[in-house]
């Protein structure tokens, strides 16, 4: 038996790094995925993979802060496999600039993408969750950078501190409709959001675990928290960080 049997789970951000981990991690536990990404060639190949694993996969291809993409996406899936009863969001985009040199317009895109993003997706599906009438579980990706100052990004860290926020409302919330909501913030992990090209090259004296983390283990914990092994927990940040917070 698998975690997720008889689950349909939509991973928005599923075409790459944590998101794509998360699709084969989840199908290989028993649920129908749904992928929304904007880049068909990604969503596909993760479909593809999913399929050759023996997974059951559709992927619906839209933007994240584009509310009628959103609503198209649940369209698809509930059109597909009847309902949602899994919503993880890894969708996201980077700054890496201070304040002081960040292009205004660079500012709106991240903010909409990262931030709007999951709000939009996060109405969307727990309104499709509620109509069911059969609970479901939310988890959202924050970072690591939530929680402390950086000189080189703003906007992005902005973004995943009001995901922090934003998860603990959504849990208060919902969960009178059975929905549980959570949130995992990861610390250094292979990620292009990261710009980790090379990360295991990545300076990791500041980690207790003495390298960086991968989309896979990031992956385990969202099945954790989708999961019924985390049935009594609300509200949470999870900080998979590689023990970089506690040093």
Same mark, same amino acid.
């Given at each position: $038996?698998g975690r997720l049997?008889?689950k349909v789970?939509?991973?928005?951000?599923?075409?790459?790094? %944590?998101?794509?981990?998360?699709?084969?991690l989840?199908? *290989?536990e028993?649920a129908k995925?749904? %992928?929304?990404?904007m880049?068909?060639?990604?969503?596909?190949?993760?479909?593809?993979?999913?399929?050759?694993?023996?997974?059951?996969?559709?992927? +619906?291809?839209?933007?994240?802060?584009?509310?009628?993409?959103?609503?198209? $996406?649940?369209? #698809?899936?509930?059109?597909r496999?009847g309902r %949602?009863?899994?919503? /993880?969001?890894? +969708?996201?985009?980077?700054?890496?600039s201070?304040?002081?040199?960040?292009?205004d317009?660079?500012?709106?895109?991240?903010?909409?993408?990262?931030?709007?993003? #999951?709000y939009? #997706?996060?109405k969307?599906? +727990?309104?499709? $969750?509620?109509?069911?009438g #059969?609970?479901?579980?939310?988890?959202?990706?924050? *970072?690591?950078?939530?929680?402390?100052?950086n000189?080189?990004?703003?906007?992005?860290? $902005? @973004?995943?501190g +009001? %995901?922090?926020?934003?998860t603990?409302?959504?849990? @208060?919330?919902?969960?009178?409709?059975?929905?549980?909501?959570n949130?995992? !913030?990861?610390?250094?992990t292979? *990620?292009?959001?990261?710009?980790?090209?090379a990360?295991?090259? &990545?300076?990791?004296n500041n /980690?207790?675990?003495?390298?960086?983390?991968?989309p896979?283990?990031?992956?385990s914990? !969202?099945l954790?928290?989708?999961s019924?092994? !985390? &049935?009594h /927990?609300?509200?949470?940040?999870?900080?998979?960080d590689?023990g970089?917070?506690v040093?």
């Amino acid at each position: $038996m698998g975690r997720l049997d008889d689950k349909v789970a939509v991973i928005v951000g599923g075409g790459r790094n %944590i998101g794509r981990a998360s699709a084969k991690l989840f199908a *290989s536990e028993g649920a129908k995925i749904a %992928i929304f990404d904007m880049d068909e060639e990604r969503a596909a190949g993760v479909t593809e993979e999913v399929a050759e694993q023996g997974g059951e996969c559709v992927y +619906a291809l839209g933007e994240v802060q584009n509310v009628d993409d959103i609503k198209a $996406m649940i369209a #698809t899936v509930v059109d597909r496999y009847g309902r %949602i009863d899994v919503l /993880l969001n890894c +969708a996201a985009i980077s700054d890496r600039s201070p304040m002081l040199e960040l292009d205004d317009d660079e500012y709106r895109k991240i903010i909409d993408v990262t931030m709007n993003g #999951t709000y939009f #997706t996060c109405k969307y599906v +727990a309104e499709q $969750m509620v109509k069911q009438g #059969t609970g479901g579980s939310i988890v959202n990706f924050s *970072s690591g950078s939530a929680y402390q100052g950086n000189t080189r990004r703003v906007a992005y860290d $902005m @973004a995943k501190g +009001a %995901i922090v926020t934003l998860t603990m409302d959504m849990a @208060a919330q919902l969960a009178q409709y059975g929905i549980r909501t959570n949130a995992i !913030a990861p610390g250094i992990t292979g *990620s292009q959001v990261g710009g980790m090209i090379a990360f295991e090259d &990545r300076q990791t004296n500041n /980690l207790v675990g003495g390298r960086a983390g991968y989309p896979e283990e990031q992956a385990s914990v !969202a099945l954790f928290l989708a999961s019924d092994d !985390a &049935r009594h /927990l609300y509200g949470q940040t999870l900080r998979n960080d590689g023990g970089g917070s506690v040093v």
